[in-house]
C-alpha cells in the first residue's frame, strides 16, 4: 500500500517536472531519473518526453525515446512522434513513421491525421495527397473538424482550391479556423474574388472574424483595388478590438500602401503598440515605392535600434538612396550589410552597383562589379547605366563592347546605349546598334522602338523617327509622347498638332508625360486655341491639381500672350514649388513686368521656398528687360552671400545684358573680365547684342573679336558678329565671317513669325515670296508704308547687314517676317480684332518702329513675341518702353 503510493507520488512529482522543464539539461535529469524507475518505458511517459524534446528543438532525441520504447504499439506514441518530426520541420520523417505505423496495422485515430496532413503540406509531395485522404475517409474520419481544416490548409498549400473548396463545402461542422483556412488559401494565391466571398458568406454565417481571417482579406481587398471594402474591414477590426493586433496592423500597412493612402498608413503605424520585423519591413519598403525615399531612409536608421531588417528592407533602402543621390546613407548601408554579415546575392550586389553608379561613387560600383563571382544581365547593365551617367561615354561602349563576350544584351541595353547615342547625338552609332536590334530580335519591341524613335529625331534624323512609328505594330503611351516630343524637338510644330488628333482619333487617352508633352508645342507656336483645348483636357482628366502640369500651363500662357491665365493658373494651385514661382516670375519677366516679378520673388521667399538658381536667373532676367540695374545687382550678390549658390555661365551673361542693355557697356565689360570663369561666346554675346542696339561700337568689335577667337559653333554668334561689321561699313569682315559659317558647316536660322487666324497658324519667312496671299500682302504692306511715311517713317537701314544699296536695303527691310504675317492678319481678320505674331528672332529696331506705326493707322493691337520678350504695339507706342 505504501509502495503503491511513493509509486503515485512519484510519477505526479516526475510528470509536473516535465511540464516545467525549459531547457535540455534539465530534461536529461529527469530523463535519467525516468530510465532508473523504469518509468521510461510507459506510454505515457514516453510520449511526455518524445513531445518535451520536440518542443526544445531536439528531435533527434525525440526519435531515440521511441526507438528505445518496447514495444512502441500504442497509437499515442505513433502520433506524438508524427507530430514531433512535423513540428521540427522534419516533414519526410514524420511521413515515414505514418508509413510505418501502417505496415505495422497500428490504426490511425482523429489525432494522427491533422500532423500527417501538415507533414504532407510542408513536404511538397503533391503526389501522396490522394493516398493520404483516402485512408481519412476509408477510416471514417472525414466528418471530423481538425482533420477537415487540415485538409483544407494542406489543399490550399499545394494550391489545390476546387478540393480544397469540396472539402469545405461537405464539411457537417465549420469553425472560424475552417473559414481562416479557405480564405487565407484563395488570398495566398491570389484568388482575391473567392477571398473577398467566403470572407463576407463567413459574416452572414454569423462567424466572427478573427485576426487570421482579418490579415488574411485585407490582401485580396489590395489586390483588387477596392478601398471601400478594405476601409470596411478595418472599421470592423477597430470595432472587434483586434485592430491593435500587430499582424492585423500589419495586413492594414500593406493594403493601404498599395492603395497609395499615405496619410492612413502614418496613422496606422503611429498608433501601434507592438511593432514586429515585418512591420518596419513593410512601412520602409512601402515608403520607398511611394517615392518617399528619405523617409524610407530615415525610418530604417530607426528601425535599427531594436530590429534586424531582412535583405528586402535593405535592398529597399538602398534603392531610396539612389534615388536622392545619398551617397553617405548608401555607404552605411552597405557597411552595416558587411558587419552583420548579410549574404550579398547576385541581386543585392546589382543594386549596390546602381546605388553607388547614382550617387557618382563609379569605382566602388566597378569594385563590386568585378568581385562578382557570376553576373546576369542586370549586372552589366546597372554598370553601363551608371557609367553613361557619370557621362564616361566611351568607357561606357567599351564595357558595353566587353558585356557582348561575356553576355547577350537584352532590350534594356540596348534602350540604355541608345540613350547614350541620344546624348551625344551619333547618328552613326545609333544605326549600328538599330542594325543590332534587328539582328538579335529585338527591334519589334516597343520600348526598343521607343527608343529609336527618340534618337533619330535627337540626332536630327525626323523622317527615319516617323519612320520607326509607323511601321511599330504595337504602339502604348510611351510611342505616343515619344513622337509627339520628337516633333516639338525637331520643329515639326504642325507635325507634332496632327499626331495629337490622330491620337485623339485611336482613342489613347494621355497621361500626365503627353501632357506634358503637347505644351511646349503650344508654347513655341503661340498656338493660345491649342493650349486651351490642352487645359480642358487636363481638367476632364483629373490632372488639373497636378504641380508639373499647373507649371508647363502657366509657361505655355505666358509664352502664348496670356498673361492673365498665366496667373489664374498659379492663383488655383494649392501646392506651389520653386518651378511654379520660377514660371511666374519669368512670365513677368517677358512681359516687362519687372517689379511685379521682384514681389512674386519675394512672395516666394516668404511662403517658405528656398529659391534656386534657376529662380534667381528669371528675377534677374526680369530686372534686364525693365532696366532694374541695381534690383538686379542685388539679387545676384544674394545669390551668392545669403543661398551659397555659385553664379553659372547664365547668371553672368543675364547681368552682363542688364548692364549693358541699360547702356553702361563699359561697366558690362569690365565685369566680364572680372569673372572668376572664363567667359564663352554667350557672354560676349549678351555684351555684343546690347552695344549693336545701343551704339557702342568699339566695344562691340572687341567683344566681336573675342567670339571670333572662341571659335563657337553657335551661328547666331556669328550673325551678331558680321552684323556688327556691316554696321562698321567692314564689308571685308563681313565675307570673312560669313565664309566662316559656310566652312563649319553652320547654318543661319532664318526668321520665322506665326499667326493663328480661324483655328489656322500661318507661318511666315523672311523674304518668302511663295504663300498663299501674297500679291495681296505686297499691295497692303506698300499702301501702310505710304501713310507711316506721312506719319514721319524713315527705314532705319542699319537694320540691314547686307552691302546692297538702300533700295535694295528697303526691299529686305519689307521682306522681314513679322511685316508679312502682320498684313496677312490684317487681311484676314475682322477691323479692331487685336492680333498675336511669334517670332522665332528678335525683333528688328526698324521693325518695332514700322509696328508702332502700323498699330496706330489701323487702331488695332498687336501682341508680338520675340526671342527675348513680348511687345504690346497700341496707339504707335510699345510696351516695352523701346527697351528691349
Not at 501601434?272 to 530604417?300: H, K, P
Not at 517689379?595 to 534667381?616: L, N, R, V, Y
Not at 529696331?845 to 509696328?851: A, R
Request: neutral net charge; aromatic residues 10%.
Amino acid at each position: 500500500m505504501r509502495s503503491s503510493k511513493l509509486h503515485e507520488s512519484l510519477y505526479i512529482s516526475i510528470s509536473k517536472a516535465l511540464s516545467l522543464t525549459s531547457n535540455i539539461k534539465q530534461l536529461h535529469k529527469i530523463h535519467s531519473i525516468l530510465i532508473t524507475s523504469g518509468l521510461n518505458q510507459t506510454v505515457f511517459f514516453s510520449g511526455k518526453l518524445i513531445s518535451k524534446y520536440s518542443q526544445l528543438k531536439d528531435p533527434h532525441s525525440s526519435s531515440l525515446v521511441f526507438t528505445n520504447t518496447s514495444p512502441a504499439n500504442s497509437v499515442y506514441q505513433w502520433n506524438t512522434i508524427i507530430r514531433a518530426m512535423t513540428h521540427n520541420g522534419l516533414f519526410t520523417d514524420a511521413l515515414n513513421y505514418y508509413y510505418k505505423m501502417r505496415v505495422l496495422n497500428i490504426k490511425p485515430d482523429t489525432f494522427t491525421f491533422p500532423s500527417v496532413i501538415n507533414a504532407l503540406a510542408g513536404s511538397g509531395k503533391i503526389e501522396l495527397v490522394n493516398i493520404v485522404h483516402e485512408h481519412v475517409l476509408d477510416l471514417g474520419f472525414g466528418a471530423d473538424l481538425y482533420i477537415g481544416n487540415a485538409l483544407i490548409d494542406m489543399y490550399a498549400r499545394f494550391c489545390e482550391l476546387d478540393n480544397a473548396r469540396q472539402v469545405f463545402d461537405e464539411m457537417p461542422e465549420r469553425d472560424v479556423v475552417s473559414w481562416n483556412s479557405l480564405v487565407s488559401g484563395y488570398s495566398a494565391h491570389e484568388a482575391w474574388e473567392e477571398a473577398l466571398e467566403m470572407f463576407y458568406q463567413s459574416r452572414t454565417g454569423g462567424v466572427v472574424p478573427d485576426s487570421f481571417m482579418v490579415s488574411s482579406v485585407l490582401p485580396a481587398c489590395s489586390g483588387l483595388g477596392v478601398v471601400m471594402e478594405g476601409e470596411m474591414v478595418h472599421g470592423l477590426s477597430v470595432k472587434l478590438g483586434i485592430d491593435v493586433e500587430t499582424r492585423v496592423c500589419n495586413g492594414l500597412l500593406s493594403m493601404y500602401f498599395k492603395f497609395d493612402k499615405l496619410k492612413d498608413c502614418r496613422a496606422v503605424f503611429s498608433e501601434m503598440g507592438i511593432r514586429d520585423d515585418i512591420t518596419w519591413n513593410t512601412v520602409i519598403s512601402g515608403y520607398s515605392q511611394a517615392c518617399l525615399y528619405q523617409e524610407s531612409i530615415e525610418l530604417f536608421m530607426e528601425m535599427l535600434r531594436e530590429h534586424k531588417p531582412d535583405l528586402l528592407t535593405v535592398t529597399s533602402v538602398l534603392r531610396a538612396c539612389s534615388h536622392v543621390g545619398d551617397l553617405k546613407s548608401g555607404r552605411f548601408v552597405h557597411n552595416y550589410m558587411i558587419g552583420n554579415g548579410y549574404e550579398c546575392d547576385m541581386k543585392a550586389s546589382n543594386i549596390l552597383i546602381d546605388m553607388y553608379s547614382k550617387c557618382g561613387d563609379l569605382p566602388t560600383a566597378r569594385e563590386i562589379f568585378n568581385k562578382m563571382k557570376s553576373r546576369d544581365l542586370a549586372s552589366w547593365n546597372a554598370l553601363i547605366n551608371g557609367i553613361i551617367k557619370a557621362s564616361r561615354y566611351e568607357e561606357a561602349l567599351a564595357t558595353f563592347r566587353a558585356m557582348k563576350i561575356d553576355i547577350k544584351p537584352d532590350f534594356v541595353t540596348y534602350v540604355t546605349v541608345l540613350s547614350m547615342c541620344t546624348l551625344l547625338k551619333n547618328l552613326k552609332l545609333a544605326k549600328e546598334l538599330h542594325c543590332e536590334t534587328i539582328k538579335t530580335g529585338f527591334n519589334p519591341s516597343v520600348i526598343v522602338r521607343n527608343a529609336l524613335v527618340d534618337v533619330y529625331a535627337k540626332c536630327g534624323n525626323i523622317e527615319d523617327a516617323l519612320n520607326q512609328f509607323e511601321n511599330m505594330k504595337d504602339r502604348d503611351i510611351v510611342s505616343w509622347n515619344t513622337i509627339i516630343s520628337a516633333c516639338s524637338y525637331s520643329e515639326e510644330y504642325n507635325l507634332g498638332f496632327r499626331m495629337i488628333s490622330r491620337m485623339r482619333i485611336e482613342g489613347v487617352l494621355p497621361n500626365m508625360a503627353t501632357i506634358l508633352c503637347m505644351l511646349p508645342l503650344c508654347s513655341t507656336l503661340g498656338a493660345k486655341r491649342q493650349g486651351k483645348e490642352i487645359h480642358l483636357c487636363v481638367l476632364k482628366s483629373g490632372f488639373g491639381s497636378d504641380v508639373p502640369i499647373s507649371n508647363a500651363l502657366i509657361e505655355m500662357y505666358s509664352k502664348c500672350g496670356n498673361l492673365r491665365n498665366s496667373v489664374l493658373v498659379f492663383e488655383h494651385m494649392k501646392i506651389r514649388d520653386v518651378v511654379t514661382w520660377t514660371a511666374l516670375i519669368y512670365a513677368y519677366g517677358m512681359y516687362g513686368h519687372g517689379m511685379m516679378a521682384i514681389t512674386s520673388f519675394e512672395d516666394m521667399k516668404a511662403t517658405g521656398i528656398i529659391p534656386d538658381q534657376i529662380a534667381f536667373l528669371a528675377v534677374i532676367f526680369a530686372c534686364s528687360h525693365s532696366g532694374l540695374v541695381e534690383k538686379g545687382r542685388f539679387y545676384f550678390n544674394l545669390m551668392k552671400k545669403d543661398y551659397n549658390i555659385d553664379p553659372k555661365i547664365e547668371h553672368y551673361a543675364c547681368v552682363v545684358d542688364l548692364l549693358a542693355r541699360s547702356g553702361m557697356s563699359t561697366e558690362a565689360e569690365k565685369f566680364i573680365i572680372s569673372m572668376p570663369i572664363k567667359p564663352d561666346a554667350s557672354i560676349w554675346g549678351s555684351l555684343l547684342s546690347a552695344c549693336r542696339a545701343s551704339g557702342h561700337m568699339e566695344i562691340a568689335e572687341r567683344a566681336s573679336n573675342h567670339i571670333i577667337n572662341l571659335n563657337s559653333e553657335n551661328t547666331g554668334y556669328y550673325i551678331l558678329v558680321s552684323n556688327v561689321y556691316a554696321s562698321l561699313g567692314k564689308w571685308d569682315q563681313v565675307r570673312m565671317v560669313r565664309k566662316s559659317i559656310k566652312t563649319k558647316g553652320l547654318k543661319k536660322d532664318a526668321g520665322i513669325s506665326w499667326v493663328d487666324i480661324d483655328k489656322k497658324i500661318y507661318a511666315f519667312t523672311s523674304g518668302d515670296k511663295f504663300f498663299e496671299q501674297y500679291e495681296e500682302v505686297k499691295k497692303l504692306l506698300e499702301v501702310l508704308y505710304d501713310l507711316i511715311a506721312k506719319e514721319g517713317y524713315v527705314a532705319n537701314l542699319r537694320s540691314v547687314f547686307h552691302d546692297v544699296n538702300e533700295d535694295e536695303k528697303k526691299d529686305i527691310l519689307c521682306g522681314h517676317s513679322e511685316r508679312l504675317a502682320i498684313a496677312f492678319g490684317l487681311l484676314n481678320t475682322k477691323p479692331g480684332t487685336p492680333l498675336q505674331i511669334m517670332k522665332n528672332l528678335r525683333v528688328c529696331e526698324d521693325c518695332h518702329t514700322v509696328t508702332k506705326y502700323i498699330s496706330k493707322i489701323v487702331q488695332r493691337e498687336f501682341l508680338v513675341r520675340d526671342a527675348n520678350r513680348f511687345h504690346l504695339f497700341k496707339n504707335g507706342s510699345c510696351s516695352c518702353g523701346d527697351y528691349w
